[in-house]
């Protein structure tokens, strides 16, 4: 398993399973699509296949499989979303039931590994149901999580967990583990530079999902607000159908303005529009751009509750102009 750009956390967990020291609770905290779950995954081999894991044997196929019997992907388990209720919608699995399941001994050796992905979208209430367990776990039991922020999480659990943060790959990199997978160097140099090294998000891209038509209208959004052409940047973000897609949008132009302010303190970029972001840098002084950042954060709160999408997008059009 190549494990790019994440040399670094591999030598500090290699250390930890070599000592006999690996923490029974690990919290690996990285932006989503820089390699939680990959991580996650060669946790899971160290505590089941080795101190040195070999990629190869039956375990370790099967853990890259997600087809290890001993290794639980919670929110996977539970349908894709957290929920405390016995069953959910369309009888989903419960994270209660799920939780029953911690009792039952491991199928194929001494370790069982629960991995909560995402577990800053747990609400206070589940994240408290774990407490007990990760406090006193019994000793077959071994626990993963992985989050984008760790804000949400309680500090109790905190606490408990060991925090380990999942570095980005470089775009270097990034291209490379395109370019072995298949992509032509042209295109894997060009997705990479794009998505400033992602690559969760590039093999979305390239599988035909991700999220490139959200990446898109939020560049054709802040180019419309770098023209201070208010009504076309208004019919832009108005495009979503629903409210998660404009919270998707809105999380990209999030990303957009923050190059803008970095660019005129000097920094680096890294969003999916840099040229965007270099335009808006142009045209607004810093403090502008915090006005957008502030007025882009509070509507982004507010796309939980039924909200009227083109009636939202004329208002953040309004102060972002």
């Known amino acids: 398993m190549r494990l790019y750009g994440k040399d670094r956390l591999k030598q500090r967990l290699d250390n930890y399973a070599a000592a006999n ?23 899971a081999k160290l505590f089941l296949c080795g101190k040195s894991p070999c990629g190869t044997c039956p375990t370790c196929t099967k853990i890259d499989a997600d087809a290890h019997p001993d290794i639980i992907f919670v929110k996977r388990e539970c349908g894709g979303k957290y929920n405390l209720d016995e069953t959910g919608k369309g009888g989903l699995v419960s994270m209660r039931r799920v939780m029953e399941s911690i009792v039952v001994k491991p199928n194929d050796g001494d370790i069982k590994i629960y991995v909560f992905e995402d577990a800053d979208e747990m609400s206070v209430q589940l994240q408290n149901t774990l407490l007990k367990i990760i406090e006193e776990p019994a000793p077959f039991l071994r626990f993963v999580f992985t989050c984008e922020s760790t804000d949400p999480i309680i500090e109790t659990i905190r606490s408990r967990v060991t925090d380990l943060d999942v570095p980005k790959s470089s775009v270097q990199e990034c291209a ?32 035909g999902g991700g999220d490139t038509p959200f990446m898109d209208c939020a560049g054709r959004a802040a180019a419309a607000i770098a ?33 803008a302010l970095s660019c005129r303190c000097g920094g680096e970029l890294s969003s999916c529009a840099k040229q965007q972001a270099k335009r808006l840098a142009e045209v607004y002084s810093e403090e502008r751009l915090l006005d957008m950042l502030d ?25 972002l102009i």
């Open 21 to 43: 020291r690996l923490p029974h609770a690990i919290l690996l905290c990285g932006e989503r699509g820089t390699g939680r779950r990959v991580m996650a995954r060669y946790i």
């Open 176 to 207: 490379q583990c395109l370019i072995e997978q298949g992509t032509p160097a042209d295109k894997a140099n060009e997705l990479a530079d794009a998505l400033s090294g992602n690559i969760g998000k590039c093999l979305d891209v390239l599988s």
């Open 227 to 259: 023209d201070k052409d208010g009504f076309t940047a208004a019919a832009v973000l108005a495009e979503q159908s629903g409210r998660a897609e404009f919270s998707a949008v809105l999380g990209y132009l999030t990303e957009i303005l923050r190059d």
């Open 295 to 319: 007025a882009v954060f509070k509507v982004t709160a507010d796309t939980g509750f039924n909200i009227n999408m083109a009636l939202t997008a004329s208002y953040l059009t309004s102060k």
